[in-house]
Structure formats: C-alpha cells, structure tokens
C-alpha cells in the first residue's frame, strides 16, 4: 500500500518569501508521524499544505506535488471541501464554538449536509464523543455550552467533531501547547489510540513528545526537511548533522 499523503519536490511561497524548499516525504497509514524544528522553519506551514489551508493566505505559491491517496490535490478537479473532509486539522488551541456540546459534534455533518436525521445525529455524536473518550463524562450534558469545558475536554471535544465527519487523516498543529503536563499525557495517550483507525500528522515544538508518541519524525530547518525517518533512528542515530545539533540542544 502506498502512502496515504506525499509531497514530491514541494516549494512554497509567500509573495517572494520561499518558506518550504524541496520537500519529499511520505506519510504512512495509520502511524503518528511528528514535524520538529525551531519556530518559524516551516512545520505548520508544511502540515497546512495536506488540506491547502495555505489557500487562505494571500500570494502563496505552490510547486511541485502534493498526493492524498495517490490523486494530486493541487490538481484542478480537487473539491477542496471533500479533501478537508477526508484530511481535517486540530488547532494549537482548542477552538470550540459558542455552541452545546452536541451541536459542536454534528457541526461539520451540518455543514456538508450528509444528514438531518436526529436519532442518526446522536449515534454519531455518541460514537465521536467515545472515540475520544468524553461521552461518559459529557452523556448527561449534551446541551452544555461547549466553551465552559476544560481546555483539555474543548480539545478532546474539537477532535470529536472532526471525527464525526469521518476523515481518514487528522492534522494536529502543536495540539497540546495550551494543555498542562497531565492533560498533555491523556491526549497522547489517545492519539495511540486513535492511530488505530486514523492516520495522525502531528507538528510539536516540544521533542520529548515526538520521541514519545510519533513512529516517524521529520527534522525542518529553514523551509527544508532536512532528515525524515523513523522516530527512533531520527533520535538516537541522525543522519544529519544539522539534525543531531538540534536535538541535542547545541542549536536552534
């Protein structure tokens, strides 16, 4: 089987900024890839490639190619809002909107108008709600205002509503950089479970937690991946200098 996202000698521009030079790599089925690197080397940029939310930026470029299931998703035909489905993103802070805990769920379902039906809605909110561990603690308080839960539970939450659109891919940007250290440890714990049936792209400035809960792990320096592999080699064996200066703390 072949990558569920690649990128072929993608470049990116801002206006005449070149903010991602020639990037290759391959993001595998159901394995939690991590992107690490200082601030403004072009992770989140990267990982905003996968969905093009970089669309919504005004003079950006793309080059190269960009493959979601073998089809290029900068080709002409690409229907943006069934790519979004299919690849959806998790904010760096949780972004729940002002609405109860159910509407919030069935949002996205709402919006693609895939269903009206009410008791086919509250099987969903049911099954997204378990899928990140919420509904025992959420099952009585459905009509909850969603912005009054926890920081970790309005995480836990905006996880729920893209998987109740049913995405195969969820694109994580710095997830856990608002949550304190015990929140952080329960959202790892249920991205491992999540890759199960998902395939996580995570982009973390904190490399503990790459190390921790990634299978593969991309090094960016200056718009370039400049060493992708698996997590552990990238880790103990670099092959880059570059990459073994960084992650033993000598820079960056």
């Not at 949550?179 to 982009?203: C, F, W």
């Not at 960016?220 to 200098?241: C, I, R, S, W, Y």
């Amino acid at each position: 089987m072949g990558p569920v996202l690649e990128s072929r000698n993608l470049n990116l521009y801002y206006g005449r900024f070149h903010a991602l030079i020639d990037v290759n790599c391959s993001i595998r089925a159901n394995q939690i890839t991590s992107i690490i690197g200082p601030s403004g080397c072009g992770k989140s940029t990267l990982l905003r490639v996968f969905n093009r939310m970089n669309d919504l930026v005004e003079g950006v470029r793309v080059t190269g190619q960009t493959l979601y299931a073998g089809h290029d998703i900068y080709a002409p035909d690409t229907d943006l809002l069934a790519l979004r489905k299919k690849v959806g993103m998790v904010f760096q802070r949780p972004n729940p909107f002002p609405l109860s805990v159910f509407e919030n769920v069935v949002f996205g379902l709402r919006i693609h108008g895939t269903t009206k039906n009410r008791s086919t809605l509250e099987d969903v909110v049911r099954r997204s709600l378990e899928a990140v561990l919420l509904w025992d603690r959420l099952k009585d308080g459905l009509d909850r205002t969603a912005t009054n839960l926890s920081l970790e539970e309005q995480q836990r939450l905006c996880i729920a509503r893209l998987l109740a659109v049913q995405p195969e891919v969820l694109l994580m940007d710095e997830p856990c950089s608002a949550l304190d250290p015990q929140s952080t440890a329960r959202i790892e714990e249920l991205m491992q479970e999540l890759k199960k049936n998902y395939t996580i792209v995570i982009v973390t400035h904190n490399m503990q937690q790459a190390a921790r809960v990634s299978d593969e792990t991309g090094f960016m320096l200056l718009g370039e991946l400049v060493e992708f592999g698996k997590t552990q080699a990238v880790f103990t064996n670099p092959k880059d200098k570059r990459t073994e200066e960084y992650i033993t703390g000598r820079s960056g």
